[in-house]
């Protein structure tokens, strides 16, 4: 098997966080190439399609779940942690695509799904078998209270997180889908098989994990009522997330799992809904022996209802709220902690659909508003300092799905919904809106690899349904095409392994500020060494005038959405990266006229949790 291996050297020189200046891809299997016409992706098509990452230059694949699994969930339901899902292929193919991913220098991290089985796991069929079944504490097991649930909880994908079950008499906990139900990690022996098996998969070659919501694993002992939210039943957050043993057992699993390797390193990534700052900081500080990075959902949150995700009415976005939240982050993980830098994933709506312009007319500086504020987007995120993440079809512009029927849906999480809303009466028409605009199926639409039928991702028919725009939304209309999306990405990618200020630098929210006069200019510098990048884009259709003091004299445009940036002036959706010589900076002040170097004045409204659904 073909395995990475630090040398003594690269230890030394700090190269065992070789994840600093690399650019990770996520893979949703199911969804990105099908090699045999069934409909659904497989291993067999990811593996035709690695020159497509080489080429895009990342550095790291997250690979999201292939295990044996009923597809409850989508494969967050594993039935067995060591086989592969026959619809994804064999441990054959699977070795095959890290041999070849490893032979173009990318590695492959697992989606690692361990708060919970499905209910047709080995482990908890016998743990249900009986009271006193030797496995019957693998799982949390409680009586009712007065001939009803345990506690008052509510599921995240609807109804109660309690499942009765005859044979035993009891209910079992199930935070997220009834066939999910919860491991006992405060059972040392659960514990340790996890471990063993996450070891396994090491051997073979993986070099990580991605952790689904690992901060859920430490529940408060009693499991407590939560309070009441508008459906009547109970919040579950507050007793199951960053519970009081959550580091503990991070600190364990690095022990046990990790530590075993000592001429290898990993990229450990914790998918932490609802996780502050201080205890993303915890998790991310190398001393303390805990994960690489987090994954937080603030700023995914700002415009989201906390009540209810798919409500038509939300907060308003502002680019001030999405820039300041970032920053608080920037500024909160500072020299010891690490961001996980992301817009989309298997979770989250496309961003250009969110937070850009996707509408498909030609800009009067060129390109549709879609492509420019494609490249706007990705541009300000990989000005930050962290990993940045690109999910399948984000380095193409992918756009939202125009859903219409009920029937078009596949997400657990909306046909739960919509079936709960329905039972109380309302209408499904009523409800699209909402369900439209931030449904997990708008990742989960078929990777767009050409304009043909089916998009180039299948011969049969997709298991969900090809977005329409891949008529003219693909790959094959813009790998190896200048000016394309695809290729702002790649030279985006190329600068961040060659720049250390991208890496390393300090970080400097220069606008929107709370008081800023250009709400709609998103600035941020970074510098390092003596060098300062500086980044700018306009998220507006109008052009809007620089002040100076951003674009000093003598600054040069290291890249640029445009080949003819203007010194004074961005055009609609512009985007462009400065170098200069970090002197010639304002030494802390603003164009807004705020000392930024004094105090925070990054953090927006508060945002709550920011989690609003299951976003696994």
Same mark, same amino acid.
Request: hydrophobic residues 35%; glycine residues 10%.
């Given at each position: 098997?073909?395995?990475?291996?630090?040398?003594?050297?690269?230890?030394?020189?700090?190269?065992?966080?070789?994840?600093?200046?690399?650019?990770?891809?996520?893979?949703?299997? =199911?969804?990105?190439?099908?090699?045999?016409?069934?409909?659904?992706?497989?291993?067999?098509?990811?593996?035709?399609?690695?020159?497509?990452?080489?080429?895009?230059?990342?550095?790291?694949?997250?690979?999201?779940?292939?295990?044996?699994?009923?597809?409850?969930?989508?494969?967050?339901?594993?039935? /067995?942690?060591?086989?592969?899902?026959?619809?994804?292929?064999?441990?054959?193919?699977?070795?095959?695509?890290?041999?070849?991913?490893?032979? =173009?220098?990318?590695?492959?991290?697992?989606?690692?799904?361990? /708060?919970?089985?499905?209910?047709?796991?080995?482990?908890?069929?016998? *743990?249900?078998?009986?009271?006193?079944?030797?496995?019957?504490?693998?799982?949390?097991?409680?009586?009712?209270?007065?001939?009803?649930?345990?506690?008052?909880?509510?599921?995240?994908?609807?109804?109660?997180?309690?499942?009765?079950?005859?044979?035993?008499?009891?209910?079992?906990?199930?935070?997220?889908?009834?066939?999910?139900?919860?491991?006992?990690?405060?059972?040392?022996?659960?514990?340790?098989?996890?471990?063993?098996?996450?070891?396994?998969?090491?051997?073979?070659?993986?070099?990580?994990? $991605?952790?689904?919501?690992?901060?859920?694993?430490?529940?408060?002992?009693?499991?407590?009522?939560?309070?009441?939210?508008?459906?009547?039943?109970?919040?579950?957050?507050?007793?199951?997330?960053?519970?009081?043993?959550?580091?503990?057992?991070?600190?364990?699993?690095?022990?046990?799992?990790?530590?075993?390797?000592?001429?290898?390193?990993?990229?450990?990534?914790?998918?932490?809904?609802?996780?502050?700052?201080?205890?993303?900081?915890?998790?991310?500080?190398?001393? =303390?022996?805990?994960?690489?990075?987090?994954?937080?959902?603030?700023?995914?949150?700002?415009?989201?209802?906390?009540?209810?995700?798919?409500?038509?009415?939300?907060?308003?976005?502002?680019?001030?709220?999405?820039?300041?939240?970032?920053?608080?982050?920037?500024?909160?993980?500072?020299?010891?902690?690490?961001?996980?830098?992301?817009?989309?994933?298997?979770?989250?709506?496309?961003?250009?659909?969110?937070?850009?312009?996707? *509408?498909?007319?030609? *800009?009067?500086?060129?390109?549709?508003?879609?492509?420019?504020?494609?490249?706007?987007?990705?541009?300000?995120?990989?000005?930050?300092?962290?990993?940045?993440?690109?999910?399948?079809?984000?380095?193409?512009?992918?756009?939202?799905?125009?859903?219409?029927?009920?029937?078009?849906? $596949?997400?657990?999480?909306?046909?739960?919904?919509?079936?709960?809303?329905?039972?109380?009466?309302?209408?499904?028409?009523?409800?699209?809106?909402?369900?439209?605009?931030? /449904?997990?199926?708008?990742?989960?639409?078929?990777?767009?690899?050409?304009?043909?039928?089916?998009?180039?991702?299948?011969?049969?028919?997709?298991?969900?349904?090809?977005?329409?725009?891949?008529?003219?939304?693909?790959?094959?209309?813009?790998?190896?095409?200048?000016?394309?999306?695809?290729?702002?990405?790649?030279?985006?990618?190329?600068?961040?392994?060659?720049?250390?200020?991208?890496?390393?630098?300090?970080?400097?929210?220069?606008?929107?500020?709370?008081?800023?006069?250009?709400?709609?200019?998103?600035?941020?510098?970074?510098?390092?060494?003596?060098?300062?990048?500086?980044?700018?884009?306009?998220?507006?259709?109008?052009?809007?005038?620089?002040?100076?003091?951003?674009?000093?004299?003598?600054?040069?445009?290291?890249?640029?959405?445009?080949?003819?940036?203007?010194?004074?002036?961005?055009?609609?959706?512009?985007?462009?990266?400065?170098?200069?010589?970090?002197?010639?900076?304002?030494?802390?002040?603003?164009?807004?006229?705020?000392?930024?170097?004094?105090?925070?004045?990054?953090?927006?409204?508060?945002?709550? $949790?920011?989690?609003?659904?299951?976003?696994?």
């Amino acid at each position: 098997m073909a395995i990475f291996r630090d040398t003594k050297a690269g230890v030394a020189m700090g190269k065992n966080q070789w994840w600093r200046d690399q650019v990770v891809y996520q893979i949703y299997p =199911r969804s990105f190439a099908d090699s045999n016409g069934d409909g659904i992706g497989d291993l067999r098509g990811t593996i035709d399609h690695v020159d497509h990452l080489a080429q895009l230059g990342v550095g790291v694949v997250w690979l999201s779940p292939i295990c044996a699994s009923p597809q409850d969930d989508n494969g967050y339901d594993i039935s /067995n942690y060591q086989q592969i899902d026959p619809m994804f292929g064999t441990l054959e193919d699977f070795d095959e695509l890290v041999a070849a991913l490893h032979a =173009r220098d990318i590695r492959l991290v697992m989606d690692l799904v361990v /708060n919970h089985t499905s209910d047709e796991h080995e482990w908890f069929i016998e *743990s249900a078998s009986a009271k006193d079944s030797p496995k019957r504490d693998w799982y949390i097991w409680r009586e009712g209270k007065d001939g009803k649930e345990p506690n008052n909880w509510e599921s995240f994908f609807s109804g109660p997180t309690w499942e009765w079950n005859e044979a035993t008499q009891q209910y079992y906990l199930h935070l997220f889908s009834k066939k999910q139900p919860d491991l006992n990690w405060e059972n040392p022996e659960v514990r340790q098989a996890v471990y063993a098996m996450m070891r396994w998969w090491l051997e073979r070659g993986v070099d990580g994990f $991605r952790m689904d919501v690992i901060n859920l694993i430490s529940k408060v002992p009693g499991l407590p009522d939560g309070p009441v939210g508008p459906t009547g039943r109970g919040s579950c957050f507050d007793a199951c997330a960053n519970g009081p043993r959550f580091h503990e057992f991070l600190a364990e699993m690095r022990r046990e799992v990790f530590d075993a390797y000592p001429d290898r390193t990993f990229l450990t990534v914790g998918e932490t809904p609802g996780i502050g700052i201080d205890d993303a900081l915890k998790c991310s500080d190398p001393a =303390r022996g805990e994960v690489d990075m987090v994954f937080q959902f603030e700023h995914v949150g700002l415009d989201n209802n906390p009540g209810d995700k798919f409500a038509i009415d939300r907060p308003e976005h502002t680019l001030t709220n999405l820039a300041g939240n970032l920053a608080a982050w920037q500024e909160g993980m500072d020299e010891r902690g690490w961001n996980s830098l992301y817009f989309e994933n298997h979770d989250q709506p496309r961003s250009v659909s969110r937070w850009g312009d996707d *509408s498909e007319e030609i *800009s009067p500086a060129g390109g549709t508003w879609r492509e420019r504020s494609a490249k706007a987007l990705a541009g300000m995120l990989h000005a930050h300092r962290g990993t940045p993440y690109v999910y399948q079809g984000q380095e193409l512009g992918m756009n939202n799905t125009p859903w219409q029927r009920l029937s078009e849906f $596949r997400d657990l999480e909306v046909l739960n919904y919509v079936a709960v809303r329905q039972a109380e009466g309302k209408v499904f028409d009523d409800m699209l809106a909402g369900i439209a605009r931030v /449904n997990r199926d708008n990742a989960r639409t078929p990777m767009q690899w050409s304009g043909e039928p089916g998009a180039g991702f299948s011969t049969g028919e997709p298991w969900i349904a090809v977005n329409p725009a891949a008529a003219y939304i693909n790959a094959a209309a813009q790998v190896g095409k200048p000016g394309s999306v695809f290729e702002f990405y790649r030279a985006l990618i190329a600068l961040r392994r060659e720049n250390p200020v991208l890496v390393h630098g300090d970080f400097e929210l220069l606008s929107p500020l709370a008081d800023c006069a250009h709400p709609d200019l998103w600035a941020v510098r970074r510098m390092f060494d003596g060098e300062s990048l500086t980044a700018l884009a306009n998220f507006s259709r109008e052009d809007a005038e620089v002040p100076s003091e951003w674009w000093p004299q003598g600054a040069s445009v290291v890249l640029g959405s445009d080949l003819d940036a203007d010194a004074r002036v961005l055009r609609g959706w512009e985007f462009v990266f400065l170098s200069h010589r970090a002197d010639r900076a304002t030494g802390g002040r603003s164009a807004c006229g705020a000392d930024t170097a004094r105090r925070s004045r990054y953090r927006g409204p508060d945002c709550g $949790r920011g989690w609003t659904g299951p976003h696994r």
